[in-house]
């Protein structure tokens, strides 16, 4: 129910918790070899909630963070705990103005909010879309990704676009 999904988002000791078996995955991949900034954390609603949460509280810089349809679940005194090094983390963040679970304001004061801890934070709106995820965010984000590890879209090391019936896992 939506009260519930409100009061899981905004526990913050139970983020906390699930910020730090993120963070171990994220310390796995780096242990196997992994650069930082080949990671990217990425979620939807309270799976967006949890990535902003990791890449903040994360000590270093990471390759980006997606938000769709998300918020920051940790208040505003957390700020002096995200490191200079999380803040080189860039966002993209998802939102659609007509999204009834999580609001939009909430979408957008979370992005303002990392812009005024100096961070770089693209707000992407969508004005008709609800609460879900749609074909145009993904291939958005895909050749925002793409961007960021420097791979041209036109050379044999892209991978072709998934449906949405075949997710791949993008680190």
């Known amino acids: 129910t939506l009260i519930s999904l409100k009061t899981t988002v905004r526990d913050e000791q139970g983020v906390l918790e699930a910020v730090e078996h993120v963070h171990e995955m994220l310390?796995?991949?780096?242990?196997?070899?992994?650069?930082?900034?080949?990671?990217?954390?990425?979620?939807?609603?309270?799976?967006g909630a949890l990535a902003i949460a990791s890449v903040l509280l994360y000590p270093k810089t990471l390759g980006g963070c997606a938000v769709f349809s998300g918020s920051v679940p940790l208040s505003?005194?957390?700020?002096?705990?995200?490191?200079?090094?999380?803040?080189k983390t860039p966002v993209l963040w998802f939102h659609g103005m007509a999204d009834g679970v999580v609001l939009f304001e909430a979408g957008h004061a979370g992005c303002a909010f990392l812009q005024e801890l100096g961070m770089a934070c693209e707000?992407?709106?969508?004005?008709?879309?609800?609460?879900l995820l749609v074909d145009e965010e993904l291939q958005y984000f895909r050749r925002w990704i793409f961007d960021r590890l420097g791979i041209s879209q036109g050379t044999k090391d892209a991978r072709p676009s998934s449906s949405s019936s075949n997710h791949e896992d993008l680190h």
């Open 27 to 47: 310390d796995k991949e780096v242990a196997a070899g992994t650069s930082p900034t080949n990671i990217f954390v990425c979620g939807l609603s309270q799976g």
């Open 76 to 87: 505003k005194s957390f700020a002096d705990r995200v490191t200079p090094e999380a803040r």
């Open 123 to 131: 707000f992407k709106t969508y004005p008709t879309l609800g609460h």
